[in-house]
């Protein structure tokens, strides 16, 4: 099976850097992603890491250790909009073709002034 | 806009009813996904459809079944509903069964909100 932990709440401050943190369990690994949801609405793609490293997109950066099962996501230059949460997401590729993205239970993020 | 279509965007029933959900993936995306979310569940993975055939299946009930028609769209029936079916469910889609290398991102509907009374 597969098992995925991430942090359920943090509070940040606009203008700071947030990290957070996602590990993860799970046979036949092809692929960490994060998502953004904001309450109601649907989740959105963030970025993907597949293998070891850091990387980088515009405010938000994914790092992945596989050795480790763990990756985070940065933000950097919070903004109010940036409250949401947070979806750690692990992909598998299944015996006959299939893939199962499994998610996190999610990190809400409060950006506060 | 994703680019994923799902209806109805809410929907509102009584126990024992059935109902149908539909989905229409992006122009060129092959792969088809559902997801239940309820509020103290998370996202959970259902099923998915590649071009018409069932490739993964996930926590999904007997009660409920899907397919994947031959224009693409999807649909997800629920049937002999309990309460416990309340939530968010989403479609999504993505261009390909992926086992070659690639993001192949997942591209989520706006989401269908049932509500068993």
């Known amino acids: 099976g597969q098992n995925i932990d991430q942090p359920t709440e943090m509070t940040a401050t606009e203008g700071a850097i947030v990290q957070i943190n996602c590990t993860y369990q799970t046979s036949g690994f092809n692929g960490l992603f994060w998502y953004q949801q904001h309450a109601g609405e649907a989740p959105t793609f963030l970025s993907y890491?597949?293998?070891?490293g850091l990387e980088e997109k515009g405010r938000f950066s994914s790092f992945l250790s596989r050795s480790k099962g763990y990756s985070y996501l940065l933000l950097k230059e919070l903004q109010m909009k940036d409250s949401a949460s947070y979806l750690c997401a692990v992909r598998r590729i299944l015996t006959g073709g299939g893939n199962k993205l499994t998610f996190g239970t999610g990190t809400q993020l409060k950006v506060e002034l | 806009d994703s680019g994923v279509t799902q209806t109805p965007k809410h929907l509102i029933t009584a126990t024992g009813q059935r109902v149908t959900l539909r989905c229409s993936p992006r122009?060129?995306?092959?792969?088809v996904y559902w997801y239940q979310q309820s509020l103290d569940q998370g996202l959970q993975f259902l099923i998915q459809y590649y071009n018409g055939e069932e490739r993964a299946k996930g926590n999904i009930l007997e009660r409920f079944s899907a397919q994947q028609f031959p224009d693409l769209h999807s649909e997800l029936n629920l049937s002999s509903l309990e309460l416990g079916d309340s939530a968010l469910y989403f479609c999504?889609?993505?261009?390909?069964?992926?086992?070659?290398?690639?993001?192949?991102?997942?591209?989520f509907g706006a989401g269908s909100r049932l509500t068993v009374l």
């Open positions: 122009s060129g995306d092959l792969s």
């Open positions: 999504a889609s993505s261009p390909e069964n992926t086992m070659t290398a690639g993001a192949n991102v997942l591209t």
């Open positions: 890491n597949v293998l070891d």
